[in-house]
Structures are given as structure tokens and as C-alpha cells.
């Protein structure tokens, strides 16, 4: 059987973590919850199936012949294959839950990442038609910027003096929900498709690849032409918070009727142009968007030094002809400045979005191949409780003590319309109110990075518990390097 935790544990668990009261992180949860489209309810806690798989668009089973299956079940010790459940709250963005995978499957944010829908649900949204593709940029998908140094990729901070573990708890536990991508940004993403469409029908070059058609005639095959376009064309935004993007597997959604969904989606985006049109002709966006171009350029700048200085401290040295530490150090503080300065722009212009799918698959480290399926399986709802508190004419305290006290009064239903019982209301309620996931069930040991995929991981496993004992050791010394242990860790610990 899987190891499996019942849900009141979690809150012994709670009681002894670290994590202190935050007011702030719990009015901005309750700001998630409130922001709610007409008619639609969003899901305060969202369980997840986090499931390895072996191929990148369809996630099929980990399974692929009979030998792998038996290595795995006798040294990895999965049965049924290498999964995670969670529950998280529903206001957790991508770009967080990048480092709660990591956590849970035994990486370490070494190498690039990304999230996308499965190949069937990308193509029904976008109907082969670049038009409709652009259409979703900055709603669902990010116009692609490759790099390893991409302003994607700015939360890639490590080297505090933290353990690997704890860095990426700080990424996937509150405080790090809020995202800070230049790319993410809807107007961004308006003025790449409008800087691409220009260079496609006027630019002498692009005439010459596409044979002077327009933008709107192009299909998603003639982006191939452009194959670092072409490549990252489903990526999604990492801003996106998991409970406006996924449906309940099991649930009724009206979203599963695609010409519902897509005729939603650009009632949305119509709403948001009747809105800020006028604002886009006005220039006003231009204005905002001069700090976000600084922004990128210098996170992008920041993240190449840092790289070198790792690597190789004293040829940096030379090359800038002084202490290259300082020179970062006045970076860091110039992206913290551009940051706020930058945060309206990137984070309260952005379209609302619905649920499109029951399912997302998350790609890492593209030479090994590791992907992950994730599947939405159950959805949790507050029951809404009447509160006539007068909380502008009372002092913190007072509005504190209202707060814990309405706060025992919460009760959560299922998708089904389902009253859950006490002990599982009072998980979800630490869920919602401490904003941190809960790994309430674990099949298989974890992996690593630079094992070679599910491939090499197998390897692996075989070479450590084989007839070579001097090679055993050594693959055990070096996967212990990876932060590899080899023990089954309870759920209630993964996280």
C-alpha cells in the first residue's frame, strides 16, 4: 500500500513547524477567495496527483517493461509508481508549485523547467491558428523567451547560506506566492505579439520566412520555422494560481464543453480591453513598461554574473576589472528597487482567467526528460459563515481575537456539494489560513537530478543493490551529493 497519512494529522504537525502567524498572508488568501468571477465559485484547497510519467505530452505510466516495473517495485519501493498527493491551497501560483515539486520528488532547481496542458486541450484552445495563440498570451501562455537566463526563471536565488530544503520551502510556503516576471505580464505580452506581427509582416527577414503572409493566416506548424518560438509556444504563465487554472477530474465543470470554455475566455478578455483600451492608446502602459524592460535586462544581467562568479570568480574578476561581488551586490539592490517600482505593471493588469482543464503536466531538466503529471482530483469550498463585524471602528487585537473566533466556525464541502467532517476541516482550515501544501500521500522513493531520467534512475537502482560493491558505494556516495537518501519519507515530513 502507499504511505498514507489521515488529514488531522497535520495539525500536530503544524503546531511544532516554524511558520509564524501571518495576518498579512491570510487576508491575502481570503483576497483570492473573494475574487470571484460572477456566477463562479473558486475552490479554497485543491487536491492534486502528482504522477511521474515517461512521456512529456501524454504522461503515460511510468511503467515500460517488465523489468523496470520489477526494480522499481522491489528497490524503489513503489507499487503502483512514483506519486504524490497534496492538498494546496487554491491560490498557489505555478511558479510556487515548481518548488514544491521539486521538494516532493527530490530535485533541487538545478536545471529549466516548465508547466503546459496536454497537447489535446493546448490544441483545442488554439485551433492551429497562431491568431488564437496570441490571443492567449498573457492569459494562459507566455510568449516565449529562451535562455536559461530569462527574466522566467528570477526566482532562482539560491546562495543564503540555507540548506537546499529549506530554500525551497521559503519558495513554496507563503511568502514567495507573489510573482515578479516581466513576462508573466499581460501588457507585456500584448507588446511582444505586436513587436512579432510587426517583424513577420514588415521586417524583410520575416517576410522572407513566412513569404509575406500576414500573421493572422499562420498556423502553429509554420512556427516551426522559428524553433525557440515554436518550442515554448504551450508554456504557460507561472502567475497563474492553481485554482483558477484546474477543474476537479471528478466534478462537473461547465469548461469540459470546449466552445463554452472558449467562448468565455474571450468575453473575459473583451470586458478587459472595454477597460483599459483607452489607457493602451494613451500610452500609459508604454510608461510602466520602460522599468519593466530595465527589470529583465538587469535580472538577466545579474543571473549570467552570478553564474561566472560560481564558476569561475577570478576570470570574472579580470573581466570587469574589480570585485565582481560588489558589482552584484549593486544589482541586487537595483532589481529590488525596478521590483517595486514594477509590481502594478506586472501583477494588477492581468485578465482573469477560468478553468480549462483537470490536468497540467510539468517538464524539468530537458536532457533527462523527467515529467510529471498533475491531476486535480478533488476541489474543498468554505461554506460561507454571515459576519456583521465592524471592523473599521475596532483596534488589531480586538479584530484579531473576531477573526480566530469566526475562524472555528469554518466547515468545507467537497465538489460534491459534500459537508466534510470536523478533523478534515480543521486541515484544510491550516491549509488556507498558514498558505503552505500538505502531502498527504507518497508511493516510491524519490529521485534525483542527473540520474538520466527514469532510464538512468533504474540504472541506478540496479548498480546499488548489484554484485559490485566498491561500485555500489560510489553510486551511493554520489547520489547522497544530490541530496538522495534511499528512506521512504513519511508524507506528513515531504513538505
Given at each position: ?131 488564437k495563440w496570441t490571443e492567449l498570451c498573457g492569459v494562459l501562455f507566455r510568449f516565449p523567451e529562451p535562455g536559461e537566463f530569462s527574466d522566467k526563471y528570477w526566482g532562482g536565488d539560491y546562495g543564503n547560506g540555507l540548506s537546499v530544503k529549506s530554500w525551497l520551502r521559503r519558495k513554496y510556503a507563503d ?170 505593471y506586472i501583477n494588477e493588469f492581468n485578465p482573469a482567467i477560468i478553468p480549462v482543464s483537470d490536468t497540467l503536466m510539468y517538464h524539468y531538466d530537458y536532457g533527462d526528460g523527467w515529467a510529471v503529471k498533475i491531476t486535480c482530483t478533488d476541489g474543498y469550498y468554505i461554506d460561507e459563515i454571515y459576519d ?108
Amino acid at each position: 500500500m502507499s504511505n498514507t497519512i489521515y488529514l488531522d494529522d497535520y495539525k500536530k504537525e503544524k503546531v511544532e513547524s516554524d511558520k509564524a502567524f501571518d495576518f498579512e498572508s491570510m487576508m491575502s488568501e481570503w483576497d483570492y477567495l473573494d475574487d470571484l468571477e460572477p456566477g463562479f465559485e473558486r475552490p479554497a484547497v485543491m487536491r492534486l496527483h502528482l504522477e511521474l510519467a515517461t512521456e512529456w505530452d501524454d504522461g503515460v505510466s511510468l511503467w515500460w517493461d517488465e523489468e523496470s516495473e520489477r526494480v522499481l517495485h522491489k528497490y524503489g519501493k513503489a507499487k503502483e509508481g512514483i506519486t504524490r498527493d497534496v492538498l494546496v491551497p487554491g491560490g498557489m501560483s505555478l511558479h510556487a508549485m515548481h518548488y514544491m515539486i521539486n521538494r516532493l520528488f527530490g530535485w533541487q532547481n538545478s536545471h529549466l523547467h516548465d508547466f503546459t496542458l496536454r497537447e489535446e486541450d493546448f490544441d483545442a484552445l488554439v485551433e492551429n491558428k497562431v491568431s488564437k495563440w496570441t490571443e492567449l498570451c498573457g492569459v494562459l501562455f507566455r510568449f516565449p523567451e529562451p535562455g536559461e537566463f530569462s527574466d522566467k526563471y528570477w526566482g532562482g536565488d539560491y546562495g543564503n547560506g540555507l540548506s537546499v530544503k529549506s530554500w525551497l520551502r521559503r519558495k513554496y510556503a507563503d511568502v514567495e506566492w507573489d510573482t515578479f516576471s516581466v513576462g508573466d505580464a499581460y501588457p507585456d505580452n500584448l507588446r511582444k505579439v505586436e513587436e512579432f506581427r510587426e517583424w513577420i509582416e514588415d521586417d524583410e527577414r520575416g517576410k522572407q520566412i513566412f513569404n509575406g503572409a500576414k500573421m493572422k493566416s499562420l498556423t502553429m506548424e509554420d512556427l516551426e520555422k522559428i524553433p525557440e518560438i515554436h518550442a515554448e509556444a504551450d508554456h504557460l504563465l507561472e502567475r497563474l494560481p492553481i485554482g483558477y487554472l484546474l477543474y476537479a477530474q471528478n466534478g462537473q465543470s461547465e469548461y469540459r464543453d470546449i466552445r463554452r470554455l472558449k467562448g468565455d475566455l474571450l468575453d473575459i478578455l473583451n470586458s478587459y480591453h472595454e477597460v483599459y483600451d483607452d489607457d493602451y492608446e494613451a500610452g500609459y502602459f508604454d510608461e510602466l513598461a520602460v522599468n519593466a524592460d530595465e527589470l529583465r535586462t538587469v535580472r538577466e544581467t545579474y543571473s549570467s554574473m552570478e553564474k561566472m562568479n560560481y564558476y569561475d570568480p577570478r576570470y570574472l574578476r579580470e573581466q570587469v576589472g574589480r570585485n565582481p561581488e560588489r558589482i552584484l551586490m549593486s544589482q541586487l539592490g537595483r532589481i529590488v528597487e525596478l521590483e517595486d517600482a514594477c509590481y502594478d505593471y506586472i501583477n494588477e493588469f492581468n485578465p482573469a482567467i477560468i478553468p480549462v482543464s483537470d490536468t497540467l503536466m510539468y517538464h524539468y531538466d530537458y536532457g533527462d526528460g523527467w515529467a510529471v503529471k498533475i491531476t486535480c482530483t478533488d476541489g474543498y469550498y468554505i461554506d460561507e459563515i454571515y459576519d456583521d463585524f465592524d471592523y473599521d471602528n475596532c483596534d488589531f487585537n480586538t479584530m484579531m481575537e473576531h477573526i480566530m473566533e469566526i475562524d472555528k466556525e469554518y466547515t468545507f464541502r467537497d465538489i460534491y456539494g459534500n459537508r466534510l467532517p470536523e478533523d478534515m476541516c480543521d486541515t484544510l482550515d491550516e491549509v488556507v489560513m498558514c498558505r503552505t501544501p500538505l502531502c498527504i500521500e507518497v508511493d516510491g522513493l524519490s529521485v534525483m537530478d542527473d540520474v538520466g531520467g527514469v532510464v538512468g534512475y533504474v540504472s541506478f537502482l540496479e548498480t546499488i543493490h548489484g554484485d559490485d560493491p566498491e561500485e555500489a558505494r560510489e553510486m551511493r556516495e554520489w547520489a547522497r551529493m544530490q541530496g538522495w537518501t534511499g528512506r521512504k519519507s513519511k508524507p506528513e515530513n515531504m513538505l
